[in-house]
């Protein structure tokens, strides 16, 4: 069982659109153009509503999930991100382990709650070249609630748009699992292998 906090309503559907942090990258010239950014975004957003909306079981909703982030996500980076200064000294088949046992800890964590937000929607309403990537701004709707601000950071350094990190109102989703991963290398001391052997069993 779980021992991390349980995801708030607000992250659950956002979480689907975005994996990574832009802030804890180096800099890097911008490729993509604020169009095909945004286009990004509006791709998930539809990809998100027809999972919600797919009538499938719990599991494969968690499967799908899961595939849409490493479709979208650039995922080695977001797992070294995550991970935080222990990824420096680690191997390259500790992070792809690491990154494996990250995305399907974050499909669990938020996935099992999708069918919470049938009805939302999210629009693009905006987007701007920081030099280091394109954050796309973007209005999420929900029926139980009014709507919010929510910036998607993408860049192309794979060679495709992907997503990087998304701020809710102002807090990076990525700063903040990197608090939940670290606490959990705490509690495994410290140990990269221990940790994503504990992550397979989370959210």
Known sequence: MSCMPHPTRRTIILTGLATAGASLFPGAAVALDTTQASALVMQVADEITRIINSGQSENAMIRDF??????????????QSVLGPPARSASAGQISAFAEAFQGYMARK?????REFVGGTVTVTGAQDTGRYVEVLSTVSMPSQGPFEVRFRVWDRSGRPLFIDLLIEGVSLVISERAEIGSL????????????AALRNLG
């Open 110 to 114: 938020y996935g099992r709650r999708f």
């Open 185 to 196: 290398l705490d509690r495994n001391g410290g140990s990269v292998d221990a940790t994503t």
């Open 66 to 79: 899961e595939r849409m982030m490493v479709r979208y996500g650039d995922m080695p980076t977001i797992a």
